[in-house]
């Protein structure tokens, strides 16, 4: 692997997926003398991808209507 003239390297994909990074996984750099460690970062609480779309999305909504309303209008009522 190089390192790409903005600082980049790709991680191999067996290598990620052995060391459990997937997509959006926060990770810290740990330096010890000349070896460079990737460690995946501990949060106090990982959300799991539902709970992350949740997050995502909430507050968004720009409807003025209660869940009964929205369930007529899902329903054909």
Same mark, same amino acid.
Request: hydrophobic letters at 35%; proline letters at 6%; aromatic letters at 2%.
């Given at each position: 692997?190089?390192?790409?003239? #903005?600082?980049?390297?790709?991680?191999?994909?067996?290598?990620?997926?052995?060391a459990g990074l997937r997509p959006d996984?926060?990770?810290?750099?740990?330096? #010890?003398?000349?070896?460079?460690?990737?460690?995946?970062?501990?949060?106090?609480?990982?959300?799991?991808?539902?709970?992350?779309?949740?997050?995502?999305?909430?507050?968004?909504g720009d409807v003025n209507m209660t869940?009964?309303?929205?369930?007529?209008?899902?329903?054909? #009522?």
């Amino acid at each position: 692997m190089r390192v790409s003239a #903005e600082g980049q390297v790709t991680i191999p994909a067996d290598i990620r997926e052995k060391a459990g990074l997937r997509p959006d996984t926060e990770v810290t750099f740990v330096v #010890e003398g000349s070896t460079v460690r990737i460690v995946p970062t501990q949060s106090p609480l990982p959300q799991r991808r539902g709970e992350q779309l949740i997050a995502h999305l909430r507050g968004r909504g720009d409807v003025n209507m209660t869940t009964d309303e929205i369930m007529a209008l899902t329903r054909g #009522e």
